[in-house]
């Protein structure tokens, strides 16, 4: 039995269909049931009635990439970079051996060295200079937009305006600062929660030390925290209250000024007093206890006001 002259029988599901295995999306498919995966999805495929892109997932979507152009136009980009960039290594005739990178390599194979580096070095430049007519058109329009281009007489042309516009108004003279409702909140500690919080308590299987609770026996491990963790917050704003209250008294009571002096009448320091005696180092043959009677009043030594 001769074939047909698309080349496949007619046992074989027709062009186009998805072979079996396919994970992507097939409008309808869902629906569809009795027949092969194949044969279904050629059935929709061709269906007018359902809505598709019209578009095979395999077709071409772009033009042909410089890969595909004529040798010679490969050759007119690389001797143009090799002018335009001066000496670089990336040139037309690349020596086999080079260990360099060579942006785009990974995309051409199955040729000799110089023809997949002269490939690869050709639709790199092509992307660049794309990009840089971009930028170019892009630089002209912001030109034109403010009125900055010339024309053949050096006269400024008109600014190019939009028609619609959106304007602006201030809402407030500084931004504030952006808080999200339902930002991460960071758990609350037991120590700092309310003794009638029932959440106040440690998990079973918590190995850390809780206060309190070593004297808690007979319940389970969440009671025993709760209560040792309330114990330690009662006897914590116990001790605050007792210091609040000593240093109001403190505050409160009035100010007793030393009537003690540190210098005596009619008697001397007691031995081993380490501070300043007025006179002490001139005095000499004494003990230390009468060599400081009226201390501020006793005249200096005699050999001091005679070297005066």
């Known amino acids: 039995m001769p074939l047909p002259p698309n080349g496949k029988s007619i046992l074989m599901t027709p062009d186009p269909f998805h072979t079996p295995g396919y994970g992507g999306f097939c409008p309808q498919f869902k629906y569809q049931i009795g027949e092969t995966f194949g044969r279904t999805t050629s059935r929709l495929?061709?269906?007018?009635?359902?809505?598709?892109?019209?578009?095979?997932?395999?077709?071409?979507?772009?033009?042909?990439?410089?890969?595909?152009?004529?040798?010679?136009?490969?050759?007119?980009?690389?001797?143009?970079?090799?002018?335009?960039?001066?000496?670089?290594?990336?040139?037309?005739?690349m020596v086999p051996g080079y260990t360099g990178f060579i942006p785009r390599s990974q995309h051409f194979f199955g040729n000799r060295y110089a023809i997949n580096c002269r490939s690869a070095i050709s639709d790199f430049e092509y992307d660049h200079r794309l990009h840089n007519e971009k930028l170019q058109d892009l630089?002209?329009?912001?030109?034109?937009?403010?009125?900055?281009?010339?024309?053949?007489?050096?006269?400024?042309?008109?600014?190019?305006?939009?028609?619609?516009?959106?304007?602006?108004?201030?809402?407030?003279?500084?931004?504030?600062?952006?808080?999200?409702a339902n930002g991460f909140q960071h758990s609350k500690s037991p120590y700092h929660m309310d003794n009638g919080n029932p959440n106040k308590c440690f998990m079973s299987g918590y190995t850390g030390f809780v206060p309190r609770?070593?004297?808690?026996?007979?319940?389970?491990?969440?009671?025993?925290?709760?209560?040792?963790?309330?114990?330690?917050?009662?006897?914590?704003k116990n001790t605050k209250d007792a210091m609040n209250r000593d240093a109001n008294l403190r505050r409160e009571a009035p100010k007793m000024t030393n009537t003690k002096p540190?210098?005596?009448?009619?008697?001397?320091?007691?031995?081993?007093?380490?501070?300043?005696?007025?006179?002490?180092?001139?005095?000499?043959g004494e003990t230390f206890g009468?060599?400081?009677?009226?201390?501020?009043?006793?005249p200096p030594p005699r050999e001091l006001i005679a070297s005066i």
């Open 262 to 284: 540190i210098y005596p009448v009619e008697s001397g320091l007691v031995p081993h007093y380490t501070g300043h005696i007025p006179g002490q180092k001139f005095r000499y």
């Open 290 to 298: 009468h060599s400081t009677e009226n201390a501020l009043t006793q």
């Open 139 to 180: 630089k002209l329009t912001a030109e034109l937009q403010q009125g900055k281009v010339l024309d053949k007489d050096g006269k400024p042309m008109p600014a190019i305006r939009s028609r619609y516009f959106t304007p602006l108004t201030a809402v407030a003279k500084e931004p504030k600062p952006y808080i999200s």
């Open 45 to 93: 495929l061709e269906n007018d009635a359902v809505a598709s892109s019209g578009k095979l997932v395999l077709a071409d979507l772009s033009k042909p990439r410089p890969s595909s152009e004529p040798t010679h136009s490969k050759s007119n980009l690389l001797k143009n970079r090799t002018q335009s960039w001066g000496d670089q290594k990336l040139l037309e005739k």
């Open 213 to 236: 609770s070593r004297g808690q026996l007979g319940m389970g491990y969440p009671i025993i925290t709760h209560q040792g963790l309330n114990e330690f917050t009662n006897d914590l």
